[in-house]
């Protein structure tokens, strides 16, 4: 051993981090710079990059963390300061209680898009018990998650998802067998392109941003999201035409279709939907209390389907 190499080491021991006190360190850093969740952020990251859980973190809270330990906890905040979204930085996301792998080819689930899984399930509820052999498509499937979701709430349903990206379609195929969801199934194509109905349930998160208006988005969405997710066309409605026009050949006659809204859109989508002959209720509304989810079924006059 070198002269002095033990009472270096010791030093060095001494001025390190520990587990705790990394991620207080971090959390200041990500609250200084804006971030809405400084806490949760380096909370994951921590335990990503030292591979613990919210328990594990808490029990080792004192660990003086290593020098290789502290590197690899940076980069990975550094990547957070650059604005990359956590669910990015650790490759998963929860979602209706559901960890969904995520890629740059998906949408990161977001918490109010449960929104439109709540509704589809009530919507079912009206029908019977949940368990119903029920056919179901999602359009524009991304990871998954609003089929998944309802997948594990509807024991006896079957599910396709479509999605226009082979990327996503292959991380919604990977993310439903971890789960172990075999009643999924996944193609690539533009949205209902292939599908013969009926079904009884349709499910969309479409791109419903306007093309103008996403040069404004955060960082986080501008510059990680695929921009092929996000891409309404020029009023942010193009994919709900695209809905409009196929769902009432593929809804069962008492089908439901459920989709998600941008703000502000619920009452132009609406009328979308009113012309190709559904009839759509009054809007769900997210936990911010935007209008975020639109149920719409076929229209009836006189018994009969419009």
Not at 36 to 54: I, K, M
Request: aromatic share 4%; proline share 8%.
């Amino acid at each position: 051993m070198r002269p002095g190499s033990a009472a270096v080491a010791a030093s060095d021991d001494a001025s390190a981090l520990t587990i705790a006190g990394a991620r207080r360190a971090w959390a200041a850093r990500f609250r200084a710079s804006g971030f809405e969740s400084p806490e949760l952020d380096a909370r994951l990251l921590v335990g990503h990059a030292l591979s613990l859980d919210h328990a594990g973190l808490a029990s080792a809270g004192t660990r003086k963390l290593a020098a290789g330990e502290e590197s690899a906890i940076a980069a990975l905040a550094q990547r957070r300061l650059a604005h990359e979204p956590v669910a990015r930085i650790v490759g998963t996301k929860e979602f209706w209680g559901l960890s969904l792998g995520v890629d740059a080819a998906t949408l990161v689930p977001r918490p109010e898009t449960e929104t439109v899984v709540a509704a589809a399930l009530a919507a079912v509820a009206q029908r019977g018990p949940r368990a119903q052999p029920l056919r179901i498509a999602d359009l524009g499937t991304g990871t998954g998650a609003i089929l998944l979701a309802l997948l594990t709430e509807l024991p006896d349903a079957f599910g396709v998802g479509t999605d226009a990206s082979p990327g996503a379609v292959a991380m919604a195929r990977d993310n439903a067998r971890r789960l172990r969801l075999t009643g999924a199934a996944f193609l690539a194509c533009d949205m209902a392109a292939p599908l013969r109905g009926p079904f009884d349930v349709i499910v969309s998160n479409p791109p419903y941003i306007a093309s103008a208006d996403i040069a404004t988005l955060p960082p986080e969405v501008r510059l990680f999201d695929p921009p092929r997710a996000l891409d309404g066309g020029p009023d942010g409605l193009d994919f709900y035409r695209v809905i409009a026009a196929a769902v009432p050949a593929l809804l069962a006659p008492d089908g439901v279709l459920v989709v998600e809204l941008g703000a502000g859109q619920s009452e132009s989508a609406a009328a979308l939907f009113v012309a190709a002959g559904l009839a759509p209720s009054a809007p769900r509304p997210d936990l911010s209390g935007v209008a975020r989810a639109l149920v719409a079924r076929k229209r009836h006059v006189n018994g009969h389907e419009a």
